[in-house]
Each structure stands twice: as C-alpha cells, then as structure tokens.
C-alpha cells in the first residue's frame, strides 16, 4: 500500500525513555564534549558538526557500549503500540536522528522492528579508535540539518508527515 502519510520520529528521549547519547557521552566521552553543545546553541557549527564532534570524544569501542546498552536504551512506553498501528495502516515510520547508528540497530533488533522502520541517520566508522559519523546530505533549500532535510523532501512530493522529537532541531523538522 503506498501511503500518502509517513511517520518520521527522533530516537533518544523520543522512542526511548532517556537521550542514550547523552548517557553514552556522559560514561566514554573525554573533555567538555558539552561545549559543543553551547557552539550550536550560539549558532557557530551545524546540528550535524556538533554531533560528529562529540562523537569524536567517545573512548569506547561499539562492542563495549553494547555491553552495557541495557544501562543506556529502554523503549517508551506504547511504542510498539504505534507501530502496530502504523503496519496495520500501511504508513511507513523512519528513525530521523543524530543517535549512535549501531545503538539504534539494536534496540531495532532487540524489538524485532528490524523490517518495519528504516533508518534516516547518520552513519558511524571507526579510525583511530575514534567514531566518526557521517550524515545524509542536504538536498532541500532551506535545511537547516538533515532532518527538517527530509521532511521537505517528503513534501515535495506528496507525502503527509506526522514528526515526533523531542529536540530544537526536531521543532524545525515538525
């Protein structure tokens, strides 16, 4: 069935109950990885340079945080309640974050959404013991970050979207 409606939604604090991110950066991350955080605030980097640059700060391997990713990710209630819907419907749902990919992964996997929601995020490597993250390109004019990049996509042609975030780049993209 080809919807005209789609459902775009954050990840951290969103789907899940608490930023999983943050709490990454909180327990690997090394320096004031906050100060990235007051850059984009005041306007000096991207949405996208802010979260590549804390990610960078992380000193921890992807297996290492999968160790502890009970610690970090617990879905928000009635979730997959939204899914079922969303299914029984035929009306598409895509993950739009700046979230750690492999932690989205899997909490997708954990859950068994692997097949029903696709991804919209940035995407992560390893060098040097570091994480580098990548985001989709910007193709809209206008965007401010890869998010609301997307939902002007969608709308350009034909596409109802239904966003949900919880974060000021997710309030541009709603």
């Known amino acids: 069935m080809d919807s005209k409606w789609t459902i775009l939604s954050d990840f951290d604090g969103t789907i899940t109950q608490a930023d999983a991110s943050q709490?990454?950066?909180?327990?690997?991350?090394?320096?004031?990885?906050?100060?990235?955080?007051?850059?984009?605030?005041?306007?000096?980097?991207?949405?996208?340079?802010?979260?590549?640059?804390?990610?960078?700060?992380?000193?921890a391997s992807a297996s290492e945080i999968l160790r502890g990713y009970d610690r970090f990710v617990s879905p928000r209630k009635n979730f997959g309640d939204l899914i079922d819907l969303a299914v029984a419907m035929g009306i598409p749902i895509t993950i739009v974050s700046g979230g750690l990919e492999f932690?989205?992964?899997?909490?997708?996997?954990?859950?068994?959404?692997?097949?029903?929601?696709?991804?919209h995020v940035g995407e992560l490597r390893t060098k040097d013991g570091r994480m580098l993250a990548t985001f989709p390109p910007l193709l809209e004019q206008g965007s401010l970050c890869f998010k609301d990049d997307l939902v002007l996509r969608l709308k350009r042609h034909g596409k109802r979207v239904i966003y949900i975030g919880d974060g000021t780049y997710d309030l541009r993209a709603a």
Do not use: H, P, V
């Open 23 to 59: 709490l990454i950066l909180r327990q690997y991350g090394e320096g004031d990885w906050g100060r990235y955080d007051r850059m984009l605030e005041r306007g000096e980097i991207s949405f996208e340079d802010c979260i590549a640059s804390q990610f960078r700060l992380i000193n």
């Open 103 to 119: 932690i989205i992964r899997e909490f997708l996997r954990r859950n068994g959404w692997t097949d029903l929601i696709k991804l």
